[in-house]
Structure formats: C-alpha cells, structure tokens
C-alpha cells in the first residue's frame, strides 16, 4: 500500500508539505550500500525508523503487525520511479494552508476511514477494554461491543512553536468547536475541553518545541502527553518528562499520560499505555480519572501487573483502558 500524508508530524519529518509513502514485506526490503552512514532511531529489537547519520533524512521505518514485519520507505528518498504510486491522500484536515491538492486521488479528512479499523486490530487479545480515536478536527467513534469507546479528537491552537501550533486532546468531548479553526492560545483551548467535561491533555510538547512555561501558562489543562510513542519512533523526541518536572517544580499540578499516537496500525501500535483507576466500566467514570490524575501511563510493549488493596489487574500495551471492578487500564489511539 502506498498513501500521501498530510499530518502535521509527517510534514515535520519531511520538512515538506506531505509525505508519500509505500509499504513492502520486510523480507524484500535490502540496503545495498550506505549502512554504515545510517543511524537508528528506536530499539533494533522493536519497530525503529532509520536515518541518514550525517543529514538525518528519514530513509525508513519498520512496522510490526500480527502477519509479519513490513518497511516503510518515503517516496522521496527513492531515485527511481516507485512501482505502486500513492493510491489516496490522508489526513487532509491537517494539510499545509498554503499547499492545494490537483490530483484526482480520494482525500480522506484525517486518516479515519483508512486507519480508525485498522487501528482497533492490534488491541484484539492485548487485554485494553477501553478505546479513544482522536483524529484531528474530528470525532471518531469506531463501533466496538468489547470496547468501551471514549469520544475523542484532537485539536490545535496557535503556539510559539516552529510550526505556529500545538494540539491537545479533547478526550471525553462529543462535539467539535465551530468554526473549525485554531484556538488562539493554549488556555482558551484548554479551557473549552474543560467546559465540557472533557479532559484537556497537551499532545507531545517536546515533540511540538514547547517550554515548561508554555505549558504553565494554560491552567485549564489536566495534564500532558509525558511519552508519546510515535514521536519517539519517527524522531526520538516522545518523552516530555523535562517539561512535565518543570512545571511540577513550580507547583503545576499536572498528570501525565502515556500513548501510541498510532498513525501506522501495528508499526506504532503497542509504544505506551495508560492504566486507568475507575468506578465503572464507562466513558464518563474513565474520562474523570483522566481530568482527577487517577491514572498511571508507562511506554513499552508488554504486560505489567499494577496491585492494589483491592485487587491485582493486568494491562497489555497500547493506548486505551480495561476496567476490572473498579479498575481500568486505559489508552487513547490517534
């Protein structure tokens, strides 16, 4: 498969307007010359992304899915003509304001109609009970009986940030503001999520250039995302604990959550996951143990066992929540 993504953080990668991409088995995937010139990023063990040591263009990065391991190479890295073209554009709600699509392909607003199903498939037998999709400028609700489904989205704000923006998750929130268009700051758009109900969490904030004082300055918002899967993946830049001790230092109380922020379902599914501690099993009682801090997040794949003097729960990776009488481990998948 082969696609064009428009998101924000593919665009950072490429430092262009979009990123084309195509998939191939790993199998048949060969460097022949070069590798001693390239860098990893991530664990050789796990999924990584590969990089040009001297600059640091993105050559490739690996996927991990229940049917194999797959390679994803971005087209602009190739000098011949790739043999599969992209076959649509995703995340076109997230497109550079200054770009203009003139092709024909099928543009999906945000990648919810090519990713949203693919997505839930890597939590089949993971042990998650609760999901939340947050696509940028959009709720998705995927339709799910063994999952609990938070809805969810992500949305932006205008930021002293090389970009010009940050985003943050509006988890728990059904509805999406109108106009569609950036907040004007953090905290007014913090604050809208917070004035209804929702739990206001700031995405990737070393990944995105911000400060500590840049995170001080919206009150309103719950917490932060302290480890961000794919970031770390794509760009070794998801942990965002400097920021997170910043503001604790300075008597911000802020909780922290872990999280895939899976774009490429089985290649960032599974970096981090966040137990939740809640009364029931519903998205009301798992949205406010996010907004209360009654939560735990942690990257990695894998199982861990988290006790308590009411009983002992166990959570498998990715981003969503189980709940086992009164307790649930929780995740947000974007």
């Not at 050789?44 to 990089?51: F, I, K, P, S, W």
């Not at 922020?261 to 599914?269: F, I, L, R, W």
């Not at 009654?294 to 894998?302: E, H, I, K, L």
Request: aromatic fraction near 8%; proline fraction near 6%; hydrophobic fraction near 40%.
């Amino acid at each position: 498969m082969a696609y064009a993504c428009h998101r924000s953080n593919c665009r950072a990668t490429t430092g262009s307007a979009f990123l084309p991409w195509g998939e191939i088995e790993r199998e048949t995937f060969e460097i022949t010359k070069g590798t001693t010139s390239l860098t990893r990023v991530g664990d050789a063990g796990a999924d990584h992304g590969m990089r040009g040591g001297a600059c640091w263009s993105l050559v490739a990065w690996t996927r991990t899915a229940l049917e194999g391991v797959y390679v994803r190479v971005p087209y602009g890295t190739l000098i011949d003509e790739p043999a599969l073209k992209p076959t649509a554009h995703m995340f076109v709600g997230s497109k550079a304001p200054w770009y203009e699509i003139l092709d024909d392909l099928p543009q999906h607003d945000g990648g919810r109609r090519l990713i949203a199903g693919r997505a839930v498939r890597p939590l089949r037998g993971s042990g998650f009970d609760v999901l939340a999709v947050t696509d940028h400028w959009h709720v998705t609700v995927p339709e799910r009986d063994d999952l609990v489904i938070v809805p969810a989205s992500e949305l932006s704000c205008r930021a002293p940030t090389p970009s010009g923006e940050a985003e943050a998750l509006a988890l728990g929130v059904a509805v999406l503001p109108e106009p569609r268009e950036p907040f004007p700051d953090l905290e007014s758009m913090a604050a809208w999520i917070a004035g209804r109900g929702g739990a206001a969490y700031l995405c990737h904030p070393y990944w995105s250039g911000l400060t500590a004082a840049d995170v001080m300055s919206a009150p309103s918002l719950a917490g932060i995302e302290v480890w961000n899967g794919s970031s770390e993946l794509l760009q070794g830049n998801g942990l965002s604990s400097v920021h997170w001790d910043g503001a604790l230092q300075h008597d911000r109380m802020l909780f922290g959550l872990a999280t895939d922020d899976c774009h490429s379902p089985g290649q960032d599914s599974g970096l981090g996951w966040t137990w939740v501690f809640a009364n029931e099993r519903s998205p009301a009682a798992v949205v406010e143990a996010l907004r209360t801090g009654s939560a735990y997040g942690r990257p990695g794949r894998g199982c861990s066992r988290w006790r308590s003097a009411r009983r002992a729960s166990t959570c498998a990776a990715h981003r969503r929540a189980r709940c086992d009488s009164g307790r649930a481990p929780g995740t947000a998948v974007r």
